[in-house]
């Protein structure tokens, strides 16, 4: 819906700005070749424009041009959004790539990240169109609150594609949905450790099953450049229920990637480059930058994941680190009561790599105490 409205809104002003000037010229009759003239390169500059720009929200880009605006959600069963979206539009044409990061609005290097991007494209280098949306869930972020929406209390990666009249974060899943993910070519879902995850940078590549556009989603992750990629076989295949972002991208036919980078609440200078550095070599890969991209060579490859949960509530002390390579049984952390008395102690169901292990010492039953990833060989 506000795709159509932000489409009808572009395309209407250019026979009205025509229409005003003619108008204005008319009674003038010797100036009437002149304005005719004047009024006919208006008419086609503008035409010009319209061809070659490219539009999101109140983002329009022309030919060459870096553009920033808000894509604009209007007000429901509870408040409006307004998501910050920015346009690169390279002079040589190519595909659309969109960017999207703060889904979980306290995964600070992820949304860094892209701010730095959005100022490091050039258009004149680019050849398609990048669209950047590096900040999709402001309330989290401006509020301090991890892993949800505070307005409706929902994940913003769980409730794709999203809903046009229901709560807040299905609103904005849907216009995302619409006016991004729509008329995108391929998408990257940028993450990170939240402020309680003690997290290692990994991406994930969704095999599908679907050889063609495996073959291109596992080059994504490859040229994206983080040495540890989660194989998620298992997803919803159905686009009406994809839930998470880069799914509903996929289902609909665009490879797309998601990437985590960053733990903890902080922003590190390493978290950072590498998502931008990957962020520009996969763009390299794509052919939307020029040169090679840099491709991960032997990536750990890890099969299945693992979450080991609290059974419960308690204070939480951590035995290993984000990135420990534990084996099957190894105690990784342990949680007292207000005492100090052991009352849980976690361990490894299996081998493999401590993916994200809490950071915090709060914990209630059921959280999350590590993921651990199962390494495996030739996806
Ligand atoms: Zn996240």
């Not at 879902?189 to 095999?207: A, C």
């Not at 509903?248 to 550095?277: C, F, W």
Request: contains cysteine; hydrophobic residues 40%.
């Amino acid at each position: 819906m506000i795709l159509i409205r932000a489409k009808r809104a572009y395309t209407s002003t250019i026979p009205e700005r025509t229409l005003s000037r003619l108008a204005y010229t008319a009674p003038a009759m010797k100036h009437t070749r002149i304005a005719c003239l004047l009024s006919l390169v208006s008419f086609y500059s503008a035409a010009v424009l319209a061809q070659n720009s490219f539009s999101v929200g109140t983002a329009t880009a022309a030919a060459g041009q870096k553009a920033t605006g808000t894509l604009e959600v209007p007000a429901g069963v509870d408040a409006a959004a307004s998501i910050p979206v920015a346009v690169v539009r390279g002079n040589k044409p190519g595909p659309v790539l969109a960017l999207v990061s703060g889904a979980h609005g306290t995964e600070y290097a992820s949304i860094i990240a892209l701010e730095k991007v959005i100022q490091t494209l050039d258009p004149a280098q680019v050849s398609g169109t990048v669209v950047i949306l590096p900040l999709v869930n402001i309330a989290s972020f401006e509020q301090k609150v991890p892993h949800v929406n505070p307005i409706d209390g929902k994940s913003m990666n769980r409730f794709y594609p999203g809903k046009q009249d229901g709560t807040q974060t299905e609103r904005v899943s849907y216009a995302i949905t619409k006016q991004v993910v729509e008329r995108c070519d391929y998408l990257v879902d940028y993450h990170g450790g939240d402020i309680d995850e003690n997290l290692r940078p990994y991406s994930y590549w969704p095999k599908s099953g679907d050889a063609k556009h495996d073959a291109i989603t596992r080059d994504m992750v490859l040229a994206f450049g983080l040495d540890h990629v989660i194989v998620w076989s298992d997803r919803p295949k159905d686009p009406a229920a994809s839930r998470y972002l880069d799914n509903t991208a996929n289902t609909r036919g665009k490879p797309a990637i998601a990437v985590e980078a960053g733990y903890s609440g902080t922003v590190q200078t390493d978290d950072v480059a590498m998502l931008v550095n990957g962020t520009l070599s996969l763009m390299r890969y794509l052919k939307m930058l020029p040169g090679a991209p840099t491709m991960v060579e032997r990536p750990v490859w890890l099969g299945k994941v693992d979450t080991v949960a609290s059974d419960q509530p308690g204070i939480f002390y951590p035995l290993v680190q984000r990135g420990t390579y534990v084996e099957t049984g190894m105690k990784i952390g342990y949680v007292t009561d207000y005492f100090g008395k052991t009352i849980y102690e976690a361990h490894a169901p299996a081998a493999g790599v401590v993916l994200y292990i809490c950071g915090v010492p709060s914990m209630k039953k059921g959280d999350t105490v590590a993921n651990i990833g199962e390494i495996t060989t030739n996806p």
